[in-house]
């Protein structure tokens, strides 16, 4: 069992459609990461959160919007995807967002998105 | 940046055999992860390492820092330990990760 939960596991959502994806930890973990992962590819970070503030956007689209309302919880909220944006998205968590970090990342079991 | 290599990119064995992973990168680092991700896709981090070696169970990573090198062995492999094994490090100055290209393990009973 994952110390990060996501929910839901699966999403099937149409372009027009309004969703998020959630993360939770309860490890007093301070900084939180969004990922995605396309088949057959290794991870690609999206966000880092770090003591709730954004730190990291990686020159995400708009249609992708983050938002952390406490230490505990991550949110992926969607709006207006595209069909390539089908792909398994990853949360990770870690004790603190030290930078050149020493510690490991805690990662969900990730949501499945399917855009019709 | 740092560049992550890892071979080999897919290796099939037979249960008991003994398992190698290689990961290569080019710039100092102050540790080194290893992930093991299962076909239903959750990430378990294995090791962080920064030198030496560490074990677990019937998993050992090592380190070479200067050579910029490092290893996973797996013993007496099982088919549950099929799965993909990715390296990753540290981009330095930032909370990234730079990930290799992972190396899909399959062991047949």
């Known amino acids: 069992d994952t110390e990060v939960t996501q929910t839901p596991k699966h999403l099937v959502m149409g372009m027009t459609n309004k969703k998020s994806l959630k993360c939770e930890q309860h490890m007093g973990h301070r900084a939180m990461y969004w990922y995605k992962q396309k088949a057959k590819k290794p991870p690609e970070l999206m966000f880092v959160?770090?003591?709730?503030?954004?730190?990291i956007n990686e020159s995400v689209p708009s249609r992708f919007s983050p938002e952390c309302p406490n230490s505990s919880l991550l949110n992926l909220h969607l709006h207006a995807l595209q069909p390539e944006d089908s792909a398994l998205y990853l949360c990770a968590s870690s004790r603190s967002p030290v930078l050149d970090s020493n510690q490991p990342q805690h990662f969900g079991d990730g949501t499945r998105l399917s855009i019709l | 940046k740092n560049e992550v290599e890892q071979s080999p990119q897919n290796l099939t064995a037979q249960e008991g055999e003994f398992i190698t992973i290689n990961c290569s990168y080019s710039v100092g680092i102050s540790a080194l992860h290893w992930l093991q991700q299962h076909p239903g896709g959750g990430i378990v981090s294995l090791f962080m390492l920064s030198s030496g070696k560490k074990k677990h169970g019937r998993l050992i990573a090592t380190i070479n820092i200067q050579e910029k090198h490092s290893s996973l062995h797996i013993t007496a492999s099982h088919p549950r330990d099929s799965a993909v094994y990715i390296c990753?490090?540290?981009?330095?100055?930032?909370?990234?990760?730079?990930f290799g290209k992972g190396t899909k393990l399959t062991v047949n009973p």
């Open positions: 959160y770090s003591y709730e503030k954004l730190s």
């Open positions: 990753a490090v540290p981009q330095g100055g930032s909370e990234k990760l730079v």
